[in-house]
């Protein structure tokens, strides 16, 4: 039959979800009342809502985030930390993406830094930026392993070409001169070119020392190309003696990560 024949065209043109709404179309008899452009309009709608539905996921997949599940809105506001409401809303924007430029988000353990950079990082998705998390441990893991299998350069490629990149534990062990030489690599080519959110336990004064200080020329270059123009926000509570990790808040197994 000519229906089933088209099904199968669309089928074989990977335009699964238009076949089935054609398939229902035409199972169902009144369809036959609607005009034939109305009807080949559902099914494109339907085709293109099938796609980009498809998309959102492998993107969100692909950026294996530690905390698929965050959300922007659902960041307590109310729980005594200090938080600027204006600025995270206008970052859930992702606007910072499309200008090249980074976050740092900065706290003690447990404070939420990890949550918010990933809820930056669904937002991020929700836009179709293509994202990358990562635990710095792990990136320099990589990038050291991939050096001595003489995979470098391919594995730099995977952690360059995300819009946006989210670097966890970010300088949470001072970094040893190879290690500096490779991050040093990685930041010179996202620079101007993509975005990166920073989380970390120590706010950016702190940064140049764990980075080798003096004793180090690449701790200058590094920080030159990823301090400009980025926005802050520091994680703290407005009662220093109430301070306490969002696990502890929610009632939560304080052994979790964050």
């Known amino acids: ?17 238009m076949s089935d ?4 179309q035409m199972n169902d008899p009144k369809m036959k009342d609607i005009p034939f452009e109305d009807r080949f309009g559902m099914l494109v709608d339907i085709e293109y809502s099938s796609r980009k539905n498809n998309r959102l996921k492998r993107l969100i997949r692909n950026a294996e985030l530690d905390q698929s599940g965050a959300s922007i809105i659902e960041i307590d506001h109310a729980s005594g930390r200090k938080l600027n409401k204006a600025l995270i809303t206008r970052l859930a924007s ?9 976050i740092f988000i900065t706290g003690a ?6 949550y918010m950079a990933c809820a930056f990082g669904m937002e991020a998705c ?21 050096r001595n299998e003489g995979t470098f350069q391919r594995a730099l490629a995977k952690y360059t070409k995300p819009l946006l990149l989210i670097i966890d534990e970010w300088l949470l062990m001072k970094l040893t001169e190879t290690e500096c030489k490779d ?11 993509s975005s990166t959110i920073f989380c970390s336990q120590f706010r ?9 200080g003096d004793d180090n020329p690449l ?3 590094i920080l030159d190309r990823i301090v400009h123009d980025a926005y802050k926000i520091n994680i703290e509570y407005i009662d220093p003696s109430k301070d306490m990790s969002m696990r502890e808040v929610f009632g939560l197994d304080k052994s979790q990560s964050e």
């Open 1 to 17: 039959m000519i229906n089933q024949s088209t099904i199968d065209k669309l089928i074989e043109m990977r335009l699964t979800a």
């Open 21 to 24: 709404a054609f398939r229902n």
């Open 94 to 102: 992702c606007e910072y993406i499309t200008e090249y430029r980074n």
């Open 109 to 114: 353990t447990g404070s939420g830094k990890t």
């Open 126 to 146: 929700k836009q179709y930026y293509t994202v990358k998390y990562v635990r710095l441990p792990e990136l320099l893991l990589d990038l050291e392993v991939a």
């Open 183 to 193: 991050l040093f690599e990685l930041i010179h080519k996202r620079r101007k070119k």
């Open 204 to 212: 950016q004064d702190g940064w140049y020392e764990r980075l080798g």
């Open 219 to 221: 701790a200058d270059a």
